[in-house]
T-cell receptor
Framework: DTGVSQNPRHKITKRGQNVTFRCDPI?????LYWYRQTLGQGPEFLTY????????KSRLLSDRFSAERPKGSFSTLEIQRTEQGDSAMYLC?????????????FGPGTRLTVT | TQLLEQSPQFLSIQEGENLTVYCNSS?????LQWYRQEPGEGPVLLVT???GGEVKKLKRLTFQFGDARKDSSLHITAAQPGDTGLYLC???????????WGAGTKLIIKP
């Protein structure tokens, strides 16, 4: 099964440190999404790539957040100078063009805890 | 601002009972997806509905898309403990690729 994978699954960091998460999408999917999810809430959109191009970024996203997808395959999400409010589950999803254009397939997520 | 409202937010019922979860909006969607999420995991796609009035069945789960493509429902028959999870609906607007997400319905099925 070559679904979406995310690493690490869990990350505990101290406030002020930088963290980087990785997402490997389903190989034939050209679209990749990052979301943040807090307990009991739906996913909150962060950013979206089509191939290597970052096409959309949430206006709510702080400048401390940056994402890359350098070769149109895997993606990284970096959070600089982490704050306690950054504690959440970070989800990655991928999709491919097709008849049902918007179906997204999610990875297991990275749980971030900022102490 | 497009919103998807899910109700109820929380539901706890006994095994064997039936239930319905609702997803409502004032906006039209070109398609709507239902996902189930278990604690500590990512959401898993259950179904996509595309046509107004469409009904899809997945074993004991029945999904319906409203005639006007503004709302959807998920009905579970004879719920089982394995149905426990967070059920999320997500709608695709006509104009862009970003999904609009509901806040989810947390469902607990007690044995």
């Amino acid at each position: 099964d070559t679904g979406v994978s995310q690493n690490p699954r869990h990350k505990i960091t101290k406030r002020g440190q930088n963290v980087t998460f990785r997402c490997d999408p389903i190989s034939e999917h050209n679209r990749l999404y990052w979301y943040r999810q807090t307990l009991g809430q739906g996913p909150e959109f962060l950013t979206y790539f089509q191939n290597e191009a970052q096409l959309e970024k949430s206006r709510l996203l702080s400048d401390r957040f940056s994402a890359e997808r350098p070769k149109g395959s895997f993606s990284t999400l970096e959070i600089q100078r982490t704050e306690q409010g950054d504690s959440a589950m970070y989800l990655c999803a991928s999709s491919s063009p097709g008849r049902i254009f918007y179906e997204q397939y999610f990875g297991p997520g990275t749980r971030l805890t900022v102490t | 601002t497009q919103l998807l409202e899910q109700s109820p937010q929380f539901l706890s019922i006994q095994e064997g009972e039936n239930l319905t979860v609702y997803c409502n909006s004032s906006s039209v969607f070109s398609s709507l997806q239902w996902y189930r999420q278990e604690p500590g995991e990512g959401p898993v796609l259950l179904v996509t509905v595309v046509t107004g009035g469409e009904v899809k069945k997945l074993k004991r789960l029945t999904f319906q898309f409203g005639d006007a493509r503004k709302d959807s429902s998920l009905h579970i028959t004879a719920a089982q403990p394995g149905d426990t999870g967070l059920y999320l609906c997500a709608g695709a607007p006509n104009s862009n690729y970003q999904l609009i997400w509901g806040a989810g319905t947390k469902l607990i099925i007690k044995p």
